[in-house]
């Protein structure tokens, strides 16, 4: 059985920032769904998997305040620190799988580009939506993209499980009501195409 930080701590020691097949120079596709919710720009928001994506570096651009990045491994997340130098310690930064988040911390958005379809057996997707369930605040927002139904079966030597706004939306649906969605090509820096689903949810009202 894979260990999965160790398999994330050797992709990070071994590979550059812009050799990772999910590359961005700008998340566009995010940032422009993180627009659309019209959030505070002190609104508490998380990006799971983060590693050392610039999601979190065009957030500070834009105003928020409140930002928290996960991801499993810590190279990946020293790597986004050197990088953002003097304003890493704006960041809150946490070293965990998003299964073990232990945190009493709420967020009005939770994003996850890349990580969930990493989940391929449905106990470990039910647990991430409850673990979602319990940290998203009260109509909060959730996004979560993934390859979709046309994209690859693999990445980064691990094995992964496509989704559609269906599937994604029958997987969430106890706590999570499925708001939108759009299919994306992602563009990787080694010249080719990978599709993604993009779904967005805002969690129901207790």
């Given amino acids: 059985m894979v ?12 590979k550059k920032l812009t050799e990772v097949s999910w590359y961005e120079e700008k998340p566009e596709i995010s940032l422009n769904i993180i627009s659309s919710f019209d959030l505070p720009k002190d609104a508490e928001i998380i990006d799971v998997g ?6 979190a570096d065009h957030l500070l651009e ?3 305040s409140n930002i928290t990045v996960l991801d499993i491994s810590s190279k990946a997340i020293d790597r986004a620190k050197l990088r953002l130098g003097d304003r890493a310690h704006e960041i809150k930064w ?3 799988d998003v299964l073990d988040i232990a945190t009493d911390e709420r967020y ?13 057996n449905t106990a470990d997707q039910s647990k991430y939506a409850e673990v979602a369930a319990k ?12 390859f979709g139904l046309n994209g690859p079966e693999r990445c980064s030597g691990l094995a992964v499980e496509r989704q559609s706004p269906a599937s994604l ?9 499925l708001t939108g969605s759009i299919e994306h090509i992602h563009h990787t820096p080694f010249d080719t195409d990978q599709v993604f689903n993009y779904s967005w949810f805002q ?3 207790q």
């Avoid at 940290?135 to 993934?146: A, D, S």
């Fill in 94 to 96: 946490i070293v965990s």
């Fill in 62 to 64: 834009l105003g928020y």
């Fill in 108 to 120: 009005d958005l939770w994003h996850d580009r890349a990580a969930f379809h990493f989940l391929t």
């Fill in 135 to 146: 940290h998203v605040t009260n109509k909060g927002w959730l996004i979560i993209g993934t």
């Fill in 169 to 177: 939306s029958n997987i969430f649906q106890q706590q999570f009501q």
């Fill in 203 to 205: 969690k129901f009202k």
């Fill in 3 to 14: 260990n999965k930080k160790e398999h994330w701590e050797n992709v990070y020691a071994q």
């Fill in 50 to 55: 983060g590693g050392d994506s610039l999601l």
